[in-house]
């Protein structure tokens, strides 16, 4: 590539995310999906301030097989009053076999005197000293300057003193930091723009996204002349977290021309940012630019007519760029159009049968007359198209009648026990299941009862479960409408019920669930 | 406040985001919320393309009493070779009675041609008639100038001349529209500062996230001279979504020193926007720039006796400027100053006994990790302040038992019969009600078994019904979250319960919402 830095910091800074707790094997393995990402950095964590970190730099050394991406260790310049030879936490940083050290520098003397109760020169010293014997032990040294941001916009001299003092010691980069989160792109700008104008180092930027401007944060240095960006996959860390690299990344290389990336790593982003979200176990943001899956999503009607003949009209950029592709969704803003399109997505052609096509669309506005929903129900509109285009719906047992009991006595918390009678593979079939909830319990009662007939159904688990009560003026009286997502070990779909009875609604989107799935693994009902 | 425009689009431009599904009930209720906000315009829908929106603003004339926001309905310029007074989607726009019409023109040369199927020149003319014929009807006019940024970067010219025909026609307001959301704060400010220098007419902008740059897209135009924003609450809306607004206003309001909406309401934020996150049934996002949970929360690394000295050292803003507070993830503190401020609003004073305050944060503290919110069920909290106050629950009745017996066979719809054993008025009682689902079953036999000890209750009618599933990875295993809004003739109160089985959550929310409503009416306790 070019001699830009990519650098990722979701190991260390990323990890400072509420509810983001990583295991060593965890590290490991995002590791790899950032070096996939051909990003030119990976910040692992703080040898010396934590055992974990220390081992994984430890483990790193013999199991990381990194293609692209250098191992940065992060650490912190030496306490006050000690000499960086003799300061352990220093030490730990070359024992971790880094090739890279990544100090942070306090660069605001309110936080020198107040946080650090040390003196300003002192500080430039612990800069001065720590950089310099990095550099003597055969390290690149790239310098946090820590709310250096903060501090510049109250008075740029010591803040500049800091970054000077930083390169004159042999530092490589100085990554000038948004500690707190609080800036705006004309200051990033304006700060990084009279900070190039005195010094010819390599300056970067770290960015958060407080004011949600983390993004654009870091463009800003750049188009001051930084050419090192930090940030984290999926944006994650403290408080509302980093600038998400992947965006970062993808701004710079599809909207400003910048090959920062090997092109063939940017299209692997979804897939690679999804994965790393497997690891972290934090659900992806369906709205995350480029990579969400609604990223590439249309739901107007007024667009869809328009975007089956010319995709561009209506899209930034080509999905494809980045892994990702675009969908249309069924709502009640869509005209036929989108539905059509749909259609295609999903393999059946309605464009050369109007009258078919008539028909769905009717049935599908008449659907959400009464409050189904298909945009966020894949699995249920596919049965729905395949009925109207076969002529006859997908049956693969036939429902004698379902009961489900709920009681709770002497304040014990309720149980639910469903029984269910249907016909399945030419038998008669009684079940019965508990669960700590009416749909739980009709879910073990049904999988009971076609455990014979359909043993492919223990492969599926129900992963989400969402209600929705419409019509809300009638209160308990309205209609309900239940969205399933169920899984298998290679996909997931979506699945809609709509009743005035919330379990019979569910009941509906259950039943869907598990004859989709079926349907997708070629099963033939055996009614 | 100033004559600045905070213009939301939730209802409109919010409601194309993926699986977010409004009902008119949920519009309305979120239209309070936005006014609470303080936003000056709420854009309610496009009356005639949709009948809900129609419905909506029907509804919206004498059920909705805004104190700052004005009505806006969204449409279309009038269609090509037709007279708009002819044109029965421009009409619907005048019958829906909003003092404010917000025109979609197209301003790209492309789209016209070929999405529109037009000539540029009928364009202009539709934009003209459009807008002068809605002005001579006594509407104020605002143009919302669809894909001007994609245009503009290819030739200004035509772009140019479509807000310059707007506002000849006599628009108010011209919104220039990132429609795709690929544009880069510098692309915007430059073209909004080019377009300043040729018109004097109000400047809007209206900016999706697709580059993760929504937010600084929108302070980009307003540095340039827009004084008009458009966004929705949450940043909800198609793909990646709009402009954050509430992270929009306050950007401007505590970064730049712009008084756009009323402090008071600005203090309101945290709660208003996940009170529209509980209609919309979208969980809010923990790292949302100034409302997200996790916005001011500090991780380990940070000393929190530091971060008690000098907060202002590592927090952007305070906190409690958009009601939100500094948490540091150690301590149980916090949260501690809106609980106290939620107290006084409901006339109990925790300020003098440290104590009792401590206790209460606790125990919401405990409840919230629960999966407890307190955010939009005020009734529920009173209840559970009341009792820590006076130091025993306030109980009208004592339950025995309960048990909800649900069927459906022979493909009828389901049936649900409940029956309730409690000890009322010195008396134990056992009654059965029947219903459309479980919660109503119980609805029905509860009121049946409290009839005589509390006539009162006949007076009580249950208006909304809300669920929501927390920790979705267990699927139908998870936590469940009810939320239960109550009426009667003079007022409205929520209430919330929370239990694994959906059923039990209901029983708690719909005890507490009873309890509350005897409570208000100064009904003594007969148990």
């Keep these: ?87 352990p936490q220093v030490l730990a940083l070359v024992e971790s076999g880094a090739p890279v050290v990544t100090l942070v520098a306090k660069s605001s003397p309110r936080h020198v005197v107040e946080a650090l109760h040390t003196t300003l020169e002192e500080n430039l010293a612990m800069v001065r000293d720590t950089v310099s014997f990095l550099v003597a032990q055969g390290r690149r040294v790239f310098v946090d300057a820590e709310h250096f941001f903060d501090s510049y916009v109250q008075d740029p001299a010591y803040p500049v003193q800091v970054v000077q003092e930083a390169f004159a010691a042999g530092a490589e980069v100085v990554a000038l930091c948004d500690t707190n989160g609080g800036m705006l792109p004309p200051q990033v700008f304006r700060a990084v723009t009279e900070l190039r104008a005195v010094t010819d180092g390599i300056l970067g930027a770290h960015c958060h996204n407080d004011t949600g401007c983390a993004v654009a944060n870091t463009l800003a240095a750049v188009d001051a002349g930084a050419t090192h960006v930090q940030g984290t996959v999926n944006g994650y860390g403290e408080r509302t977290g980093n600038a998400d690299l992947v965006t970062v990344v993808a701004n710079l290389q599809l909207k400003q021309g910048r090959e920062v990336v090997d092109p063939a790593a940017l299209a692997q982003a979804l897939h690679l940012s999804h994965a790393v979200s497997e690891v972290t176990n934090i659900p992806p943001v369906g709205r995350q630019p480029y990579v969400g899956a609604s990223a590439f999503a249309h739901k107007a009607g007024l667009h869809a007519s328009a975007l089956k003949v010319h995709p561009d009209l209506y899209q930034h950029t080509d999905p494809a760029l980045v892994g990702n592709s675009m969908r249309t969704l069924v709502s009640d803003m869509a005209g036929r159009a989108s539905i059509e399109l749909k259609a295609t997505e999903l393999g059946y052609d309605l464009t050369h049968d109007r009258e078919l096509a008539a028909r769905t669309v009717k049935r599908v506005k008449d659907l959400e007359q009464d409050g189904w929903t298909f945009d966020a129900a894949d699995a249920s509109f596919e049965l729905l198209l395949r009925e109207e285009v076969t002529g006859e719906p997908l049956q693969y047992f036939a429902t004698e009648s379902w009961r489900i009991i709920t009681d709770s006595g002497d304040g014990r918390e309720a149980l639910s026990e469903a029984t269910v009678k249907l016909r399945a593979a030419g038998r008669r079939v009684v079940a019965t299941g508990e669960g700590n909830g009416p749909v739980n319990a009709l879910d073990h009662a049904l999988r009971e009862a076609l455990a014979d007939a359909y043993p492919e159904l223990a492969g599926f688990e129900l992963t989400d479960f969402r209600v929705r009560i419409l019509d809300a003026s009638h209160g308990t009286d309205a209609t309900t409408r239940v969205l399933i997502e169920t899984s298998d070990e290679s996909s997931s779909w979506q699945t809609v019920g709509v009743a005035p009875n919330i379990v019979h609604a569910s009941w509906t989107a259950l039943v869907d669930s598990f004859s989709y799935g079926l349907l997708k693994r070629g099963v033939q009902p055996r009614p």
Excluded: C
Excluded at 63 to 77: D, I, M, P
């Design 1 to 87: 590539m070019t001699d830009f830095h990519v650098y990722d910091t979701t190991l260390r800074d990323g990890a400072q995310q509420e509810g983001l707790n990583l295991s060593v094997p965890d590290k490991l393995a995002i590791a790899g999906y950032l070096d996939q990402l051909g990003f030119g950095f990976v910040e692992g964590g703080w040898p010396g301030a934590n055992p974990k970190d220390t081992e994984f730099f430890r483990r790193a050394a013999t199991e990381l097989r990194l293609q692209h991406a250098v191992l940065a260790a992060f650490g912190s310049t030496r306490r006050a009053g000690t000499e960086a030879a003799q300061d």
